[in-house]
């Protein structure tokens, strides 16, 4: 069972900065795509940015492209997410995600990941 813990969540100032950190117990054939996932009270659960693991791909939630960078230290089994610009709306829990999506359509979709972890809370204030 793949475990994943993330840190670095807390609250900001508009326009502020924040990194996340998810670091995985193992990569399997499950996981090889990891990603970040938030969700604001009432809505529902968002793709914000997934990588692959086994190479450089990257895909972004179209209201975080040119703030928000996702990147990964394979040695480590860590994803990052460098959250900047950051805007009252990016409020909510993040979730850091791994699974094995097959088509691109399905990359930011939460229903393709199988693995998740606990969550952490960005908040950001105006």
């Known amino acids: 069972q793949v475990q994943l813990v993330e840190s670095g969540g807390g609250s900001v100032q508009a326009g502020g900065s924040l990194r996340l950190s998810c670091v995985a117990s193992e990569y399997t054939y499950q996981t090889q795509w990891m990603g970040w996932f938030r969700q604001a009270p009432g809505k529902e659960r968002e793709g914000v940015a997934v990588i692959y693991v086994r190479g450089t791909s990257t895909y972004y939630g179209d209201s975080v492209k040119g703030r928000f960078t996702i990147s990964q230290d394979n040695a480590k089994r860590t994803v990052f997410l460098q959250m900047n610009s950051l805007k009252p709306e990016d409020t909510a829990m993040y979730y850091c995600?791994?699974?094995?999506?097959?088509?691109?359509?399905?990359?930011?979709?939460?229903?393709?990941?199988?693995?998740w972890g606990q969550g952490t809370q960005v908040t950001v204030s105006s």
């Open positions: 995600a791994a699974g094995s999506p097959n088509w691109v359509r399905e990359y930011l979709q939460s229903n393709s990941y199988n693995y």
